[in-house]
């Protein structure tokens, strides 16, 4: 016991307060709150047991002709937007003339679905202005 108190002693960064604990605890609720924030903005995830190739998807993802400069799909676009390469097929909605969907919205949505095991599934986004936005991937012949 009193080693371990001549040790501590020595080294007052070691020692803790109640400060440092409060810090600590705002510090993990923030990440938290930030990690709660970034995963809640898909909704109603769900993976398909269909099988897309992979590859073909990124292809057909880096196909999808988004409005410049804003990289958006918005009023000006369909309100579905299909891209199509080999086996794979995305679909973006958006569910209301007026909503938007951001390229780097979409990208994450679909990034998520081509962890599924089968590269396949449907998610909806909320993108700029709060717009719900479906996505979803599956094989071209579905």
Same mark, same amino acid.
């Given at each position: 016991? &009193?080693?371990?108190?001549?040790?501590?002693?020595? &080294?007052p960064s070691l020692h803790r307060s109640n400060n +440092?604990?409060?810090?600590?605890?705002? &510090? /993990?609720?923030?990440?938290? /709150? /930030? %990690?709660?924030? *970034?995963?809640?903005?898909?909704?109603?995830?769900?993976?398909?047991? /269909?099988?897309?190739?992979? +590859?073909?998807?990124?292809? %057909?993802?880096?196909?999808?002709?988004?409005?410049?400069? @804003?990289?958006?799909?918005?009023?000006? @676009?369909?309100?579905? $937007?299909? %891209? *199509?390469?080999?086996?794979? $097929?995305?679909?973006?909605?958006?569910?209301?003339?007026? !909503?938007?969907?951001?390229?780097? +919205?979409?990208?994450? %949505?679909?990034? *998520?679905?081509?962890?599924?095991?089968?590269? @396949?599934?449907?998610?909806? =986004?909320?993108?700029?202005? !709060?717009?719900?936005?479906? =996505? @979803? =991937?599956?094989? *071209?012949?579905?």
């Amino acid at each position: 016991y &009193f080693l371990s108190r001549i040790h501590i002693a020595n &080294f007052p960064s070691l020692h803790r307060s109640n400060n +440092d604990d409060c810090l600590l605890h705002i &510090f /993990l609720l923030v990440i938290s /709150l /930030l %990690a709660q924030r *970034s995963i809640s903005r898909q909704d109603g995830f769900q993976c398909y047991d /269909l099988k897309a190739n992979k +590859d073909d998807c990124v292809k %057909a993802q880096n196909g999808i002709v988004y409005l410049e400069p @804003s990289k958006t799909l918005g009023t000006e @676009s369909r309100l579905e $937007t299909t %891209a *199509s390469v080999g086996s794979c $097929t995305i679909k973006i909605h958006r569910r209301r003339p007026q !909503n938007i969907a951001a390229k780097a +919205d979409v990208d994450d %949505a679909l990034n *998520s679905i081509f962890k599924c095991s089968g590269s @396949s599934g449907y998610t909806i =986004v909320y993108s700029l202005n !709060n717009s719900d936005i479906q =996505v @979803s =991937v599956m094989p *071209s012949n579905y």
